[in-house]
C-alpha cells in the first residue's frame, strides 16, 4: 500500500464545474497536510495547507481533512481551463519531517 | 508565498562532466532545504534532506558521492552532479523550509539534459 494515494485521473470536468479531488494516506499519525499545482514542466506551487479536521477554504479551493478517515480532499469551485493541471496531496508523518507525495491526479478543465 | 529561485534554469553537458545547481531562498531564512528529482509523468522523488551548516541526508538508492550538497548559507544549497551520465537527466527542483513551519516553498526547477 503506498503512503500517499491519488487517483491519477485524467479528471475531466467543464469550464464553471467543481473539481473534487482525493486523497488517502496511510499512517495515522500524519500531521500536515498540503496540496501543490503543477503544470506540466513546471515545479510544484502551493494551493493550500490543512492541519485540523474540517473544512478550509482559500478563494476557489476548499481542503478537507478527515484524520479519522485518513482523507483529504480538494474542492476547485468555478473550474478554469487555466486550472487544467496536476495536483499533488502531499503528507507530513511528524513535525520537522519530509514531505510524502502522491502519485498526483491530472485535471482538464473543458471549455 | 515565499520564493525560492534556481539556477540555472536548463543545463545540457557532455556525459562526464560536473554540473552545478544553485537553489537561493529570496525572502525568507531556509533552515532546511530539500533536493528533489522529477522523471517525465512520474511524481517527484526526494534525493535528499540538508540543514543550514551540516551534512545532507541522502534517500536510500541515492549516492551522496555522485549528487553533492551543500547547505552553506541560510539562503543558498548547491547541488552538485558529478561525472553526469544520460541516465542522470531529469528535472531537479529544491524547495526551502523556513524553522518553525512545516510548509515547503519550491523553485521553479533545473532541467538537467546529458548527452
Known amino acids: 500500500q503506498k503512503e500517499v494515494e491519488q487517483n491519477s485521473g485524467p479528471l475531466s470536468v467543464p469550464e464553471g464545474a467543481i473539481a473534487s479531488l482525493n486523497c488517502t494516506y496511510s499512517d495515522r499519525v500524519s500531521q500536515s497536510f498540503f496540496w501543490y499545482r503543477q503544470y506540466s514542466g513546471k515545479s510544484p506551487e502551493l494551493i493550500m495547507s490543512?492541519?485540523?479536521?474540517g473544512d478550509k477554504e482559500d478563494g476557489r479551493f476548499t481542503a478537507q481533512l478527515n484524520k479519522a478517515s485518513q482523507y483529504v480532499s480538494l474542492l476547485i469551485r468555478d473550474s478554469q481551463p487555466s486550472d487544467s493541471a496536476t495536483y499533488l496531496c502531499?503528507?507530513?508523518?511528524?513535525?520537522?519531517?519530509?514531505?510524502?507525495f502522491g502519485g498526483g491526479t491530472r485535471v482538464l478543465v473543458k471549455p | 508565498g515565499a520564493v525560492v529561485s534556481q539556477h540555472p534554469s536548463r543545463v545540457i553537458c557532455k556525459s562526464g562532466t560536473s554540473v552545478k545547481i544553485e537553489c537561493r531562498s529570496l525572502?525568507?531564512?531556509?533552515?532546511?532545504m530539500f533536493w528533489y528529482r522529477q522523471f517525465p509523468k512520474q511524481s517527484l522523488m526526494l534525493m535528499a534532506t540538508s540543514n543550514e551548516g551540516s551534512k545532507a541526508t541522502y534517500e536510500q538508492g541515492v549516492e551522496k558521492d555522485k549528487f553533492l550538497i551543500n547547505h552553506a548559507s541560510l539562503t543558498l544549497s548547491t547541488l552538485t552532479v558529478t561525472s553526469a551520465h544520460p541516465e542522470d537527466s531529469s528535472f531537479y527542483i529544491c524547495?526551502?523550509?523556513?524553522?518553525?513551519?512545516?510548509?515547503?516553498?519550491f523553485g521553479p526547477g533545473t532541467r538537467l539534459t546529458v548527452l
Open positions: 502531499a503528507v507530513i508523518k511528524a513535525a520537522g519531517n519530509k514531505l510524502t
Open positions: 525572502d525568507f531564512q531556509a533552515t532546511t
Open positions: 490543512i492541519y485540523s479536521n
Open positions: 524547495s526551502g523550509r523556513a524553522g518553525a513551519t512545516d510548509t515547503q516553498y
